[in-house]
């Protein structure tokens, strides 16, 4: 019978290194790669805010027909209690309406008529292609799940590709989304689509700004500017978020008694 030779333990350890290293390496890729659930609740957190919100969007439109249209708004949010406002400034015939939301109820105003409207976050703003969930605060991991679509590179950069469909019984803009994401996860792409999955718009982010919360203290990311085209009509927007301000607003704005009173 053959007698077994222990081998030393220096030997095993060399024989053990490949093997180690391989698995070190698959646990740092791991690590390293957050699941696509967890990409978008990191894009949520690097764009949300405790303090209070309020700020100018400013909007070109071009038809397909080329006629051009300006329309500015000022918007105001509460994040915490999931108010939102929206007046409209411009254009002149315009001026005085706007958009409120109060929990989860959403609401039209017209001035000219002064009659209130229940609304969805389907719903056109001002008669563009634009959405309230454009200007509301991010909320994409709970309002879809997501799936990790792997890396594109463009240009030399890695960009992470994550298709986002709408949970059940959710109200959102869009029934399913694909992102675009880059190495810092800012959003640099995005796609909506119908049920169906036809295009239905097709946003480039060109910039953001940077903003700190003053009640956390904490980095934010806002969009500066947003380049968003229709795919049937071919109608473009061009979205400016300007005069960003993160300060206390009064308990008294987001209520439509304060928003049929300025025109009083």
């Excluded at 008669?127 to 463009?154: K, P």
């Excluded at 959710?170 to 959003?187: G, M, Q």
């Excluded at 119908?194 to 982010?205: H, Q």
Aim: hydrophobic share 35%; glycine share 6%.
């Amino acid at each position: 019978m053959r007698t077994r030779i222990p081998l030393p333990s220096f030997v095993l350890a060399l024989l053990l290194l490949p093997v180690l290293a391989v698995a070190a390496e698959a646990k740092e890729a791991t690590e390293a790669k957050p699941s696509a659930d967890e990409l978008v609740r990191q894009v949520d957190k690097r764009m949300s805010m405790q303090s209070d919100y309020r700020g100018v969007v400013r909007i070109r439109e071009t038809r397909k027909d080329g006629i051009e249209r300006l329309i500015e708004m000022q918007v105001y949010r509460r994040d915490s209690s999931q108010n939102f406002l929206m007046v409209i400034t411009q254009p002149r015939n315009l001026a005085g309406g706007g958009y409120l939301r109060i929990g989860k109820n959403l609401w039209e105003y017209n001035a000219a008529l002064g009659h209130w409207e229940r609304t969805t976050r389907r719903a056109n703003i001002v008669g563009t292609i634009a959405c309230e969930g454009d200007f509301d605060r991010s909320r994409l991991s709970e309002d879809y799940t997501a799936v990790d679509e792997g890396e594109e590179v463009i240009q030399g950069t890695r960009y992470r590709k994550v298709y986002l469909s709408a949970r059940p019984d959710t109200e959102v803009s869009f029934a399913h989304l694909r992102l675009w994401l880059d190495p810092d996860l800012n959003i640099v792409k995005r796609i909506g689509y119908a049920p169906s999955g036809r295009v239905l718009r097709t946003d480039l982010v060109r910039s953001y700004q940077k903003l700190k919360d003053p009640v956390t203290q904490q980095p934010i990311i806002h969009y500066r500017e947003v380049f968003e085209q229709e795919e049937e009509e071919g109608t473009q927007l061009v979205v400016r978020y300007e005069d960003v301000q993160l300060a206390p607003l009064s308990p008294n704005l987001f209520t439509k008694s304060w928003l049929e009173g300025r025109l009083r």
